[in-house]
């Protein structure tokens, strides 16, 4: 079934069944890019909501949709959606450019800008991808092509999720590395200052290292729970040298970080883990207190966890956020900077595989208030024991 479009602006939209027939006619003498977006909860609309607010809500995707499309696609492409149905799609029918057709960035691009531009106006979720389309059965419809679009899009996502998370653990011992060396080159230091730094450097330097040498399968992302329960650390330790990486950082701030990391005991979780878990707290406490304020990090004992506290002085976490700022690439409403929301997503992943949790709240600073519980090792969990039988 051929499709009619008009040669100007698309006026209308058509129906899947017609984008096809064309796509089908289209694609003989060439492959198709077609973008797809969905939008899940019209369903869940229609039934708690009733029809009147669905359809409201389909006007205001509809019109959405149009309008990013229009800005984005040519007029030969067509634009297509079913009345009463969650999907939209573009399929670009126009002859390519001097003969070069959509690339996969070019198309990336695009289906996310009118994904974007569909969440924004009707405030739900959306699922967008896309595809190359080389042969499709006009009776058979789309669906295939369109899941399939999806599916790409969802995969892609998750890898720019874990290279986003990659680059984050990356950056952190890069960023700490260049502090020390900046200061080494401009500052006028005495022999046993120099030698601390160079150490701190060195320590850095190393753990980068150990973060590329696993980077594929890494450990914060993915760990059998056989590996978890084989691993420990002494939580003390990880402190200071997580106060250690974080200090260009603190001073470039004038931040004071006050650290009164209590008992020495070992908690379930690696080294590399536990420093990095802490450290990205550590390094949003700088980031979002207060210029030239004040942090403070200590740790205790509660029954068989070791519960590492993080207070500053910044503007604070919003109650309703505590949870969600856990969450990958979510960002507080407080929060500066180009960030990605990466950091305190992997804490969670790192705390909580070990068999803990990781909460905000209040800080008695006037600031937020991160407290990480970390399962102790078994040995401790025994003096812990032996101590409350006394």
């Known amino acids: 079934m051929a499709l009619a479009t008009s040669s100007s602006a698309h006026s209308d939209l058509h129906s899947l069944e017609s984008l096809a027939g064309a796509i089908a006619q289209a694609s003989a003498g060439r492959p198709i890019a077609m973008l797809a977006v969905r939008v899940p909860a019209f369903e869940q609309v229609a039934w708690q909501s009733g029809r ?5 809500l389909e006007r205001r ?18 634009l297509a959606h079913d ?3 969650d999907t939209f799609v573009v399929a670009m029918l126009a002859a390519p450019r001097e003969q070069k057709a959509p690339s996969p960035a070019d198309c990336r691009s695009m289906v996310e800008r009118i994904a974007l531009a569909i969440a924004q106006r009707s405030g739900l979720a959306v699922e967008s991808g896309w595809c190359v389309v080389s042969q499709v059965d006009p009776r058979a419809g789309l669906m295939p092509e369109i899941e399939g679009a999806l599916e790409r ?4 996502r998750e890898r720019y999720g874990f290279f986003a998370a990659i ?7 890069l960023t700490s590395i260049r502090g020390y060396l900046d200061t080494l080159l401009d500052d006028d230091l005495d022999a046993q200052t120099r030698q601390a730094f160079l150490q701190t450097a060195r320590r850095e330097t190393l753990r980068l290292g150990r973060l590329v040498d696993g980077m594929l399968d890494f450990s914060l992302l993915d760990l059998s729970s056989a590996d978890v329960l ?21 001073r470039e701030r004038g931040v004071t970080v006050l650290a009164q990391p209590g008992p020495s005991v070992r908690v379930g979780l690696g080294g590399d883990a536990c420093v990095q878990a802490i450290l990205n707290v550590l390094d949003n406490a700088v980031k979002y207190g207060r210029t030239g304020g004040l942090i403070c990090i200590w740790v205790a004992q509660e029954l068989s966890f070791a519960c590492v506290r993080v207070d500053d002085d910044g503007a604070g976490v919003a109650l309703a956020e505590s949870e969600a700022i856990f969450s990958p690439c979510v960002r507080g409403s407080a ?15 790192i705390v909580e595989r070990a068999g803990g949790d990781v909460s905000a709240g209040p800080s008695p600073l006037g600031g937020a ?12 969990i025994e003096a812990e024991s032996a101590l409350s039988a006394s």
């Open 335 to 349: 929060a500066r900077g180009a960030g990605r929301g990466i950091g305190l997503a992997i804490v969670k992943t």
């Open 52 to 56: 009147a607010d669905a359809q409201r």
């Open 61 to 78: 995707t509809v019109r959405a949709f149009l309008s990013a499309a229009r800005r984005i696609v040519r007029a030969d492409d067509a």
């Open 153 to 156: 899009g969802a995969r892609e």
């Open 167 to 173: 680059g984050h653990e990356l950056r952190t011992p």
């Open 83 to 85: 009345a009463g149905a």
């Open 230 to 250: 084989a691993l420990s650390c002494d939580v003390r330790e990880a402190i200071g040298v997580a106060c250690d990486a974080v200090a260009p950082q603190a």
């Open 369 to 380: 208030s991160f407290v990480l519980r970390l399962p102790l090792r078994g040995e401790a």
